[in-house]
């Protein structure tokens, strides 16, 4: 893109129908779901999709139940209501570890390392459920993020934030998912290290694993998926192509600052 890398807002409207465009055969689909903290209600009536291989992204204010979303397909909030299906079974009321089996992997914003353990520690403990610690798959990490080879025998704890975001997104590699889920991925890092952390999960993504991000840097992470959800106060808001969400008036003056 050219000037300030904004789309032209000429003509352009995101839709406000959350199934608008959801696709045929969604490998996470997430319908009317209600969810939040015991008694707490947080999410009313969320619907999302995510197809096979796509990048989507969750952007909206603080406190819009973006990482709710999260956390509650991956079963650490309390359900209250609607479905969350994944390849076709529903997930909704399973526990995180039956849902890792079930091809899903979460890296959240805070505490995600084990700053105790070395690198290679954590990326073992990234495979826990199975019965041997896959070598390739330890490799392919190291293929993915070469400085952890560097530092394979680092203790995680001791890294710059980059370099844990690094181990983190590693760790959860390590059962090849069918879905990464990435809450803030780039929250906490330099400046100068964001357009690199979402290089790298362009290139996850290129390699064939779905991303569901929610992400603080809105802007960037819609020019980069193939499509976003906008939420406010726990409900969908607008849905569409990253581009066409950034090109909308109405969504650049109420959620990204103009």
Do not use: W
Request: proline share 5%; aromatic share 6%.
């Amino acid at each position: 893109m050219s000037g300030d890398d904004t789309p032209s807002t000429e003509g352009v409207s995101a839709k406000r129908d959350p199934t608008a465009t959801a696709p045929e055969n969604a490998l996470l689909r997430v319908r009317d779901l209600d969810a939040g903290y015991g008694d707490l209600q947080i999410l009313t009536d969320v619907v999302l999709d995510v197809g096979d291989g796509e990048y989507v992204t969750i952007v909206g204010p603080n406190g819009a139940g973006k990482s709710t979303v999260m956390k509650t397909v991956f079963g650490l909030t309390t359900y209250m209501d609607g479905t969350i299906t994944f390849q076709g079974s529903e997930i909704h009321r399973l526990p995180p570890e039956r849902i890792i089996h079930e091809g899903i992997s979460y890296v959240p914003q805070n505490e995600n390392v084990f700053g105790s353990l070395t690198v290679e520690e954590n990326l073992e403990m990234g495979a826990y459920i199975l019965d041997e610690v896959p070598e390739e798959r330890i490799e392919a990490v190291y293929d993915r993020f070469p400085v952890l080879r560097e530092r394979r025998d680092q203790k995680a704890g001791t890294m710059s934030g980059g370099q844990r975001q690094m181990v983190a997104m590693g760790r959860a590699l390590m059962l090849d998912p069918d879905l990464l889920l990435l809450d803030e991925p780039s929250a906490g890092l330099a400046p100068d290290l964001v357009d690199d952390m979402f290089d790298r999960i362009d290139a996850i993504n290129d390699d064939g694993t779905a991303v569901l991000m929610v992400e603080q840097n809105a802007k960037t992470a819609l020019r980069r998926c193939d499509r976003g959800y906008v939420l406010a106060q726990g409900e969908n808001s607008y849905t569409d192509t990253g581009d066409r969400l950034l090109a909308d008036e109405r969504v650049r003056q109420q959620f990204l600052g103009g």
